[in-house]
């Protein structure tokens, strides 16, 4: 279920130090490829640095950053119908619908707006409540990447996940 206090609007050169403290939340370093501590300036050149075809939201949830989903669209010919996600949610703010309303926005976008017939994604094979956010939103598991990533001392598994908007043309 949606919160109807959370707001999802595009992300704004104002919104490093909240993005900051998100990618910085254990939780959110321990569901993503980012390092813990990274300071908030390196945050501010990657907004600034983002590459052609990248749309980048925030949700607010009682005014306040808590949380980010970026939508890079391929710029390949053969590929430009093919957009990858990547979510954070402040550990703090889990639970609350934030997650949901991202997804919402997302699929919004990539159906209505950028005609993009598949979304892909990578989750680890652990964090089972991303994996039934994106389930619920018609996202299927395609594959599993065995050591996928290093984080807090051992090797982790992801699955490659996608959805199918069998209604674009």
Do not use: K
């Amino acid at each position: 279920m949606i919160s109807p206090s959370v707001h999802i609007r595009p992300e704004q050169p104002a919104d490093a130090e909240a993005i900051a403290a998100i990618m910085n939340c254990p939780g959110v370093v321990a569901g993503t490829l980012q390092l813990p501590w990274t300071p908030s300036e390196q945050w501010r050149e990657r907004m600034a640095q983002r590459p052609a075809g990248t749309h980048s939201l925030v949700a607010e949830l009682d005014g306040r950053v808590v949380g980010t989903l970026g939508l890079h669209v391929e710029t390949r010919p053969r590929r430009n119908h093919t957009g990858s996600i990547g979510m954070a949610v402040h550990d703090q703010a889990r639970g609350r619908g934030v997650g949901t309303a991202l997804m919402v926005a997302v699929i919004e976008l990539s159906d209505r707006w950028l005609n993009l017939r598949r979304l892909e994604l990578t989750v680890y094979v652990d964090n089972a409540p991303a994996i039934h956010l994106y389930q619920r939103f018609g996202f299927e598991i395609e594959g599993t990447a065995r050591d996928y990533a290093f984080r807090d001392g051992a090797f982790v598994d992801a699955y490659s996940m996608a959805r199918i908007n069998a209604t674009s043309r």
